[in-house]
């Protein structure tokens, strides 16, 4: 192998190389903008309503937090 | 609109720490994290008084001021739960909570934290409710049951209230009005008594 022969290989070595080390310096144009104060997470849903769940929590504490 | 709050009637709280016990085991609390503590002031001295601590489920949560990644939300009940899915373990709202609630297990070498734990007012978590993932992230939800919080229902001498805060005021006043005097265990005279 000539001295030319071994620089083209190089030269080629470095063209299939350097798209591949500049694709790692993209950056998705695509952000994700959070407003701060505002939960990010999942609903919390419930069975019952809230009128539902009130009415059943006020009779337990009448019954299980009163003096005996 | 019912708002839950804890209350502790330090005049009646013998320090038993069933509280502490029956929230460890209800939730299957990770190791070194107490959702709930009993603490004693002026320990074997003359005035000595114990107070049963936890979250204290803020009208105006200071950990979800700080929280970098938005994890808090407040349920209808006025309960503060997180999203530990969202959690980042970064420690604000251990800073910022006056109560020291929040608290984290630790997750691997070199002390390094996992998500944060706290009281969750027996309500769960954002997960289904009754569901697998909200058992083992957050504990069992006993408010979707239609009871209230085990540390408070376990309490023997009823020193230790939960429930919505209208009624839990009620009780108490009752309790002060019997005794004829509020207990005097803050307020001006204890902050500043030296």
Partial sequence: ?68 | MARMKFLCDTERCIECNGCVTACKNEHQVPWGVNRRRVVTIDDGEPGERSISVACMHCSDAPCAAVCPVDCFYTTEEGVVLHDKDICIGCGYCFYACPFGAPQYPQSGLFGSRGKMDKCTFCAGGPEPDHSLEEVEKYGRNRLAEGKLPLCAEVCATKALLAGDGDKVADIYRERVTRREGRPNTWGWNTAYKD
Avoid: W
């Fill in chain 1, 1 to 68: 192998m000539t001295p030319r022969d071994c620089m083209n290989k190089i030269c080629y070595g470095i063209l299939i190389a350097m798209p591949l080390l500049l694709s790692g310096c993209y950056e998705s144009p695509d952000v994700t903008f959070h407003e701060p104060g505002v939960y990010k997470g999942k609903i919390d849903k419930h069975e019952l309503s809230q009128d539902e769940r009130n009415e059943v929590l006020r009779k337990r504490i009448m019954a299980v937090q009163t003096d005996r």
